[in-house]
């Protein structure tokens, strides 16, 4: 199959519906990562979606909106938390999981009675719901395991012959997926940390807010489960700040004839000044929106990538949990 990489206008907004509405799929910008879309309401088009990916088929999608009306065709009416998420968070980087009605498949939801709901804050992304008139089925736009894809090209890198569009919008601005917010329990549960944060979702809801921590836990998120991330070449992560220790790393890669990189903020780059190193930005939310994009550039220059990383607040956090994934768990100590 062709893959046409066209920029988002009216043009390829009308073309991309055409391509939804015919059962195909659409790769699209959003604040945090691309989407890979197809029609929800499509069982199969909802099943390239895992073809194209690699991905297990027990991992429910996130179902995207462009207008708030169209959660009820979704999901079972709201209740008092979710009305107020609804109304003082979305859109934005954030998904809420609710009671799913019969209308999305359970291709979709991975047999799951819940559905992941979201409203991008991208306009464009919101454009492009829109053109198609259907609630969008959409996981990220990488291969499954692989780094997410922050701009059009990284999409095409994985995708190219096996969809027909990618739409080329604005890179994007927050670089990690939306915060997954679980509303179908009794007590409100994130399941996957992002910028936006627990603090400002207690604040919303006027009560604590949990995090899940227990990442091995099949009860709650399933595509925690799975490796993730990670790039073609290995990975450590750094998370003391430890200095000493990746020089001892990037000196016995040298020895072993590898060519290491070292990822870190700005204010450690003149620590490894002789050696390869890329700065990530200044502070947690320059290296949520650079992390994945550096991943895919050093896995194409160097053999082995150390990522030094110490979270300064709660974005750092989540920023910190998609690391941990990319290095596979290899977190060095002493
Ligand atoms: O920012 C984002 O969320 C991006 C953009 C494209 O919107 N999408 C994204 O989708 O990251 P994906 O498929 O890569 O991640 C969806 C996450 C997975 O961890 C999945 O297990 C979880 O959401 N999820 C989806 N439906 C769920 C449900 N019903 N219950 C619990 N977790 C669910
Ligand atoms: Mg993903």
Known sequence: MK????????????????YINAGELVAFPT?????????????DAVKKIFIAKGRPSDNPL????????????????????????VDCLMPGSITIVLNKKPSISDFVTAGLSTVAVRMPKSVQAREFIDAC???????????????????????YEDMNGRIPLILRGDDCAVGIES????????????????????????K???????????????VNSPGVRYKH???SCPVALEIEDNIDRVNVLYEKLLKEKQNPVILCIDKFVSAFANKNVVSLGSDDVDVAKNIFMELRACEKHYTYIIEVFCPQNEVGYSVMNRMTKSAGGNILHD
């Not at 604040?31 to 069982?43: Q, S």
């Not at 604590?208 to 227990?214: F, G, I, W």
């Open 31 to 43: 604040e945090t990562v691309y989407g890979l879309g197809a029609n929800a309401l499509n069982e």
């Open 133 to 155: 008139k259907v609630p969008i089925a959409a996981p990220s736009a990488n291969l499954s395991s692989r780094p997410s894809p922050t701009t059009a090209m990284d999409v």
């Open 204 to 218: 919303v809801l006027g009560k604590e807010v949990k995090v899940l921590t227990d990442t091995k836990s099949k």
């Open 179 to 202: 915060t997954v917010l679980d509303l179908s329990r009794d007590y409100p549960l994130i399941l996957r940390p992002g910028i936006v944060t627990a603090s400002e979702i207690s």
């Open 3 to 18: 893959t046409e990489v066209l920029e988002l206008n009216n043009y390829s907004l009308q073309l991309a519906s055409k």
């Open 62 to 85: 996130i179902v995207h909106i462009s207008d708030k009306s169209m959660i009820d065709s979704i999901a079972y009416p709201l209740n008092s938390d979710s009305q107020k998420i």
């Open 229 to 231: 991330y990670a790039p």
